[in-house]
């Protein structure tokens, strides 16, 4: 099991800046991919990046040079840098890892996710 918080949200003006980051903790060594989604009002769940064990990452197309993932020491934290925000990325955004368990023939997945955190950009 993998327990996931966010902080770092707030307000902030449009073309400014804001830095998120996740901290997880239990089986932290269990975890393959980590990532940040938002939900922003009256929309659905979309993928904003996310970054592999491996250190492969990806991004959604809206947010492709603004915004950076980065992960800390043993994965325990995964940041997001945002930059040039603007109002349409008003969100509240979640922390997920993706968790594999159990030896080679027998390994199965887990979605871990955060609370949530709200972050507003003001025009």
């Known amino acids: 099991q993998v327990h996931l918080v966010e902080s770092g949200g707030g307000l902030v003006q449009a073309g400014g800046s804001l830095r998120l980051s996740c901290a997880a903790s239990?089986?932290?060594?269990?975890?393959?991919?980590r990532a940040w989604y938002r939900q922003p009002p009256g929309q659905s769940r979309e993928l904003v990046a996310s970054?592999?064990?491996?250190?492969?990452?990806n991004y959604a197309d809206f947010v492709k040079g603004r915004f950076t993932i980065s992960r800390g020491y043993g994965q325990d934290t995964v940041d997001l840098q945002m930059s040039d925000l603007k109002p349409e990325d008003t969100a509240v955004y979640y922390c997920?890892?993706?968790?594999?368990?159990?030896?080679?023939?027998?390994?199965?997945?887990?979605?871990?996710w955060g609370q949530g955190i709200q972050v507003t950009v003001s025009s």
């Open positions: 997920y890892a993706e968790s594999v368990y159990g030896p080679v023939e027998r390994t199965y997945r887990q979605d871990s």
């Open positions: 239990g089986r932290t060594r269990s975890i393959s991919t």
């Open positions: 970054i592999t064990s491996a250190g492969h990452v």
